[in-house]
């Protein structure tokens, strides 16, 4: 039987850490490395920055308390330019409000160092999950997207009717037309958003509204 082909390198996970702590820094790459993780570590926030967030699924692996800008400031900073990397935080010095503050910001998970391996390791396979759903659900969203753009402007008013849950009569009385155009509309709507059924096509109406 043929092995499945290796995923593309853009494809495979990267773990990025920024810990000021060298020692700190080093243990937790080896760690990742040791079970197959791509990882990669930063002294910084700006030096992070500088080598740019590539496009490859994976998460952040922040200290708190960094010279410059910290790790909250960086959770900050990414969620406001629309980054959604997943981030895990690690802290010697965090307090309840500090790690209240960084969940509600979406943070993975709060570790208090030193952190145990098997902790780091869960939050990080938590974080990757986490992070492979959103690109998933982004490319979905963006298929659907490219889908209703070829509709035409009465098939969109007949698509946004169906979504709405409203019956063939009641869309043809909204837009003034004859229930049969109506069905020939809906056939079209069905066959160019590469809908099977009813509950397929809701399900996509959705991602376009989620995404709007």
Known sequence: MARPAPPRAAEQPLVRVVDDDPAIREAMLDLLRSVGIDAMGFASTPALLEAGLSARPGCLVLDVRLPGISGLDLQA?????????????MTGHG???????????????????????????????????????RREARAAAARVAALAATLTRREREVFDGVARGLMNKQIAGDLGITEITVKLHRG????????????????KAGLLAEGA
């Open 77 to 89: 900073q990414l969620a406001a330019g629309g980054d959604g990397l997943p981030i895990i935080f």
């Open 95 to 133: 307090d309840i409000p500090m790690s209240v503050r960084a969940m509600k910001a979406g943070a993975v998970d709060f570790l208090t160092k030193p952190v145990r391996d098997q902790d780091m390791l869960d939050a990080v396979a938590a974080a990757i999950a986490t992070d492979r759903a």
């Open 188 to 203: 079209n709507v069905m066959r160019k958003m590469e809908a099977r059924t009813l509950a397929d096509l809701i399900r």
